[in-house]
């Protein structure tokens, strides 16, 4: 079953020029519970790519279709309510907030969205994650590895369409490193949760079910 499809994307800054495509005329599909690892270097239109999957920034040409529903014919309003609740991010840098310890960070889109947090999921993600003893520390008190597993669990909270991983593991030493993407494989086939990774390390990159490969914006090969 599919679950995203992206058809001639492009994002365009600048004019003239000036002008950098930064994302050039992408199509691709993506089904139910894969686990997608997008590659490329630095500049390549990879992050890019993620931000217009997510709806966090807006095409200048082209469509996402998040099971069947065009995100981006959405109002800024609507599309902040779907990212909320049908996207999970999670960043290189954590994005956590300092002042709420673990479990209010792991149901701030619950709070956002002004619902309960389901408790037997919460119990769940904090076992899953190795998070159980650590659920009342805050940010500043857990190791890097801990913070990026705390950003895993505010992404699976609310058991969103796909999950959007940017470079999950570039700010982390090698076993945490290891470790995540295990947590990634694990939430994918525990949950069957649908993720797409942004990563430019290809051996991250080949625990994935498929690999895209991203240059100068555009798709150049897939594994």
């Known amino acids: 079953m599919e679950i995203l499809r992206v058809e001639h994307l492009k994002k365009q800054y600048g004019k003239g020029e000036n002008t950098v495509m930064a994302v050039n005329d992408i199509s691709f599909s993506?089904?139910?519970?894969?686990?997608?690892?997008?590659?490329?270097?630095?500049?390549?239109?990879k992050s890019t790519l993620l931000h217009l999957l997510g709806g966090v920034d807006r095409p200048t040409e082209g469509k996402v279709m998040?099971?069947?529903k065009d995100i981006y014919k959405l109002s800024?309003?609507?599309?902040a309510i779907f990212r909320r609740r049908q996207v999970g991010l999670i960043y290189q840098f954590y994005n956590l907030i300092p002042i709420l310890n673990v479990e209010e960070n792991i149901s701030l889109p619950c709070d956002l969205?002004?619902?309960?947090v389901?408790?037997?999921r919460m119990e769940e993600l904090l076992k899953t994650l190795g998070l159980e003893n650590r659920?009342?520390?805050?940010?500043?008190?857990?190791?890097?590895?801990?913070?990026?597993?705390?950003?895993?669990?505010?992404?699976?909270?609310?058991?969103?369409?796909?999950?959007?991983?940017?470079?999950?593991?570039g700010n982390l030493d090698s076993k945490s490193s290891d470790e995540i993407v295990e947590?990634?494989?694990?939430?994918?086939?525990?949950?069957?949760?649908?993720?797409?990774m942004i990563t430019h390390n290809l051996e991250i990159a080949k625990l994935a079910d498929r690999m895209i490969k991203i240059e100068d914006g555009k798709i150049v090969g897939e594994v």
């Open 30 to 45: 993506v089904e139910k519970g894969e686990f997608i690892a997008i590659v490329g270097s630095s500049g390549s239109g």
């Open 66 to 68: 998040i099971e069947g």
């Open 76 to 79: 800024d309003d609507n599309l």
């Open 113 to 116: 969205d002004g619902k309960p």
């Open 118 to 120: 389901e408790k037997e």
């Open 135 to 169: 659920r009342k520390h805050l940010p500043n008190e857990l190791s890097g590895g801990q913070q990026q597993r705390v950003s895993i669990g505010r992404a699976l909270i609310n058991r969103p369409a796909i999950v959007l991983a940017d470079e999950p593991t």
């Open 183 to 196: 947590l990634l494989r694990l939430s994918n086939q525990k949950y069957h949760q649908t993720i797409i």
